[in-house]
């Protein structure tokens, strides 16, 4: 090892938290070797240089041995490892797969994000008084309150002694019970079945059919998982094997959301982007799905093909229409398809309706609905629930090989059973206080409100990004971000590129620094070249969400004109 | 694809549940293609071979697919498929790794045992009135209650307007308000930081700091997880890659917790096997270590070693000079140490107790402690907690690269954050009711209490167990199980054989048949050439811990004198 190696810090997740002896920036990606600028330039200028081709923006690294490496005149690698020995574990010699991954919801901007957080509290002064956070999809963070009805049933179910309290409404009391009696020796600390409790796939089966008109679900094709990222990597982890030259290729929208993108890093795969449509408010053409296809055969063995509906990041709602024609397309060239649904719930644009892959495969008839292999997701994270934290979901598998069911059965066995509390909420979510139940009127209310205040802010959002010169915004039919293309001048373009940014991310850590407002740059969901955008939950209570409007208009429009 | 094709169903998790059209057993293990007999004899017979390398058990796969493979004569391929069409995603297509894995804690024996207990609950007659399932570690399900303090404050976190119930005491709500303040949106369903919440991890550093009699934790190198599993398959994830001829060799114990050989078999690695020292009630010798070494120095790239202490199957509780020994090792050897210690409150024999590998380190002065590279894992699983459903869990690294510390917090993020009910219950494990406190003296009593019963279990387990001829058990030190050895008579060996099964898995079958208690053969964790084990958890509660142990006595009685 050398003092002359480039820095090799991943970008997303770089902050190094440990103690060190000296602040630097590092953000090169390796593989490609990318690094701008001399070692010690980069080491002491706060705007340094970060790689081109992973959004990364610079990042502080707190680390005594990353200075020696890179060269610091003081602090040389054979003085510093004097006494220790080196390590075994090092960016050198570990998994190389997992260095690909990237994830930027959880980015160097929010780092920054954090960080600025804390020296506001430390009394720093800041050009703003406050951080509005709208980089990831977490609503109660955001304000949103749980569902009375959930908390009270969860409440019992951590202490049933509540249970004999004649304040709970005798309908969370009766759902309480019927979960616990359902949990080894009547407790949530008792494993689960692996693929979860039997009678919350009941039920979840229940609400497919009701939700799909009838058509059946089978609980036994039903697994409950650790919020919707689990049951998709499980698949994913099912699908792909990347060791020959014949790679698994797994098809993703872009923009989409990087959990499948990191996924597919880290398990070799390779992604095969297809692009939607932004003129067409992001609408998905099987032309595009044909191109992508056709380009993809080329060089690896594309199998899947994974569909966000409604759209994260952007925000679009499918048609019945579209939802067929992609199925008629993964029929006819032998695609698992993927459906990520946890924005079931989220829509508000008028005539746009949520309509699930699982219906409309099934009134296709059983040319597809006997032979598309097909899995849904769903989620408690989102919709008008908003319970991240409880890390529930589900999936529903159709079409399955028998035997590769086996075997994810028993995959997920090793982890045991998803958290059982989550898997208590998904039960609520799927079966909720129905009319004549005492706590009926109370739970509609607070779901409507909570999905009419969402509708409002999608309009509001949509509303006031297109009031600016510079920046279009597509409906936000559902989901809970808006994607707005931002047009970035070429003075600031190239004062970025110059620094080594992406000219998005350099336009939202700018942002950032200058309103206190956390915006994720497009580039981490992907986006066609020269086009730029950012991701912006619609969460944020109305009062503050109207503020952060405010005050992106009015940065976009200095920033156009300082950069003009 | 043929109808001559072997079935390939892996054995543990090859109970498929979907509906089909004919019974069929199926137990091969594809990759090294044994399976005994022509097709349509595994097909019909009840007790079919199975694969003689992975301890699998012949078990139902209802399946109309697998009956043709196995050409059944009126089943054909061609006639099954003529509308079908080929699947995707098959067991020839499917991710091989994905294959390889087996878990026989949730195995063959479990599913049948489940079997079995619809079979009673619809009035099928048995010579038994009820399954008693001593498979797994799941202390909340065989009865063990919830400690009172734990459940009232998750019950406040989760409804908060329980904070205004006088009922509950106030360092319930002390805890309860701290926790919520910590959480974004002071809700249990937000997000929380990927590498859990901040008040949590200082919490857990200071539960370390004074477990290891003063020496600093920094909340920096604590990580949450989802349950011990998570954060174990995390860091193996990390340090290991199997694309080229320099595998990662990762050092585990024989018996061992089958988590690790899953883990290594998705990931690519190479299981380096160490044995435990069965007549030094396993205790560990370097000797062997060495050995294991040297020999997988010939063929891989041994790099991390994993200890379970207090041990799981095996429950010996690892002395200090042990790990000292193991210590000295690793720092020798150039191995990353990972210690699973999840069952550092579960220690019951007389002159046992538990030193952390961290405690143990740092008193081996900076020579180690500045070296060697550590990963300790806890849990709120195991202990007096048996809190297993709500999948909490923490991780602590000591020396971890600080460029790879940036890599792992990336790699966490992607899956967002862990269960926060879970973070929650760990940090009430970690921060229990103190002195003084209202909850303080319940807690202790409950806390107490448990632990006593568990170590009156550990010692009747032995006890009666060694009055058994032809079954010896060595002391149950710690942990929450016994492995007892067994004799299996020559006869029985052979019958089993020629059945296709592992002579221990025959064993367990029969005596869950006949007496309908679960168990889980030896093989399932690995054991020594010739000789065989089952593994018993000491939780049913006492009365049917008798039962159980008596049953077994008799069983093993008349199978030695059927057998001989």
Redesign the interface.
């Known amino acids: 090892m050398s003092a002359r190696r480039i820095p090799?810090?991943?970008s997303?997740?770089?902050?190094?938290?440990?103690?060190?002896r000296s602040e630097l920036f590092s953000g090169a990606h390796r593989a490609e070797g990318r690094a701008g600028g001399p070692p010690a330039q980069r080491v002491r200028s706060l705007t340094s240089p970060a790689c081109l081709l992973c959004s990364s923006s610079p990042v502080r690294?707190?680390?005594g041995?990353?200075a020696t490496r890179q060269g610091l005149p003081k602090e040389n690698m054979a003085e510093n490892r004097a006494?220790?020995?080196a390590?075994?574990?090092?960016?050198d010699?570990?998994?190389?797969?997992?260095?690909k991954?990237?994830?930027a919801v959880?980015g160097p901007i929010v780092l920054r994000a954090m960080e600025l957080e804390k020296e506001l509290a430390q009394g720093v002064k800041k050009p703003f008084a406050e951080v509005i956070k709208a980089n990831?999809g977490?609503?109660?963070?955001?304000?949103?309150q749980?569902i009375t009805f959930f908390?009270?049933v969860?409440?019992?179910c951590?202490?049933p002694e509540?249970l004999n309290d004649g304040t709970f409404p005798e309908d969370a009391k009766s759902r309480a019970r019927r979960i616990l009696q359902s949990?080894?020796?009547n407790?949530?600390?008792?494993?689960?079945a692996?693929q979860g409790i039997d009678a919350v796939r009941q039920d979840v089966a229940q609400y497919i059919k009701r939700r799909d008109g009838g058509i059946p679900s089978?609980p036994?094709?039903i697994y409950l998982t650790?919020?919707a990222?689990?049951g998709i990597?499980t698949m994913l982890?099912?699908?792909?094997?990347g060791?020959d030259a014949t790679r698994t290729g797994v098809m993703i929208s872009i923009p989409q959301y990087?959990?499948y993108s990191?996924?597919l890093a880290?398990l070799?795969a390779v992604q095969v982007n297809y692009y939607l449509n932004e003129e067409k408010s992001w609408g998905l053409d099987n032309s595009e799905l044909q191109r992508s296809l056709d380009e993809a055969r080329r060089h690896c063995n594309p199998?899947?093909l994974c569909i966000i509906n409604p759209g994260n990041p952007t925000g679009q709602v499918q048609s019945r229409q579209c939802i067929e024609d992609v199925i008629r397309f993964a029929a006819k060239e032998?695609?698992?398809l993927m459906a990520d649904e946890v924005y079931q719930d989220n829509v508000y644009a008028d005539g746009c309706q949520f309509h699930s892959f699982k219906k409309v495969l099934f009134e296709m008839g059983?040319e597809y609905s006997?032979?598309v292999?097909l899995v849904s997701f769903h989620s408690t994270s989102k919709c008008y629930?908003?319970?991240?934290?409880?890390?529930g979901g589900y999936m529903e598998i159709i079409?399955?090989?028998?035997?590769?069911?086996?075997?994810?059965?028993?995959?997920v066995?090793?982890?045991?059973?998803?958290?059982?509390?989550?898997q208590a909420l998904m039960d609520l979510v799927v079966n909720p206080p129905q009319p004549g139940e005492p706590s009926h009127d109370s739970f509609k209310k607070e779901r409507t409100a909570t999905l009419s205040d969402l509708a409002a802010k999608a309009k509001l959002t949509e509303q006031v990004l297109n009031t600016v010169p510079g920046i279009s915004c597509n409906p936000v039919q559902g989901a809970m971000y808006s994607f707005p293309r931002i047009t970035i001048p070429e003075k600031a373009i190239k004062e970025a590129t110059d620094k080594g940014q992406l000219p998005d991310m350099f336009y939202c850590m700018k942002l950032l620094e200058e309103t206190g407002i956390c915006l994720v740059p497009g580039s981490g969901f992907g986006q066609r070249d020269g086009t730029y955008h950012f991701r912006m939950t619609i969460l944020p209570p109305t009062d503050k969400l109207k503020i952060l409007l405010d005050k992106v208009k009015e940065f976009h429009r200095e920033f156009t004109e300082q950069y003009s």
């Open positions: 090799m810090i991943s997303t997740g770089a902050r190094l938290l440990s103690t060190g690294a707190l680390s041995l990353s006494t220790p020995r390590k075994v574990l090092t960016l010699t570990m998994n190389p797969t997992i260095k991954v990237e994830y959880r990831i977490d609503a109660h963070a955001m304000g949103q749980p908390r009270q969860l409440a019992l951590s202490y509540l949990c080894g020796g407790s949530l600390g008792a494993y689960s692996s089978n036994e094709d650790t919020g990222s689990d990597v982890k099912l699908l792909v094997h060791e990087p959990l990191a996924a880290e070799g199998r899947a032998r695609l698992f059983p006997d032979n292999e629930m908003g319970e991240c934290g409880f890390r079409n399955l090989d028998p035997e590769v069911k086996a075997q994810l059965t028993k995959l066995s090793v982890r045991l059973c998803p958290p059982v509390p989550g």
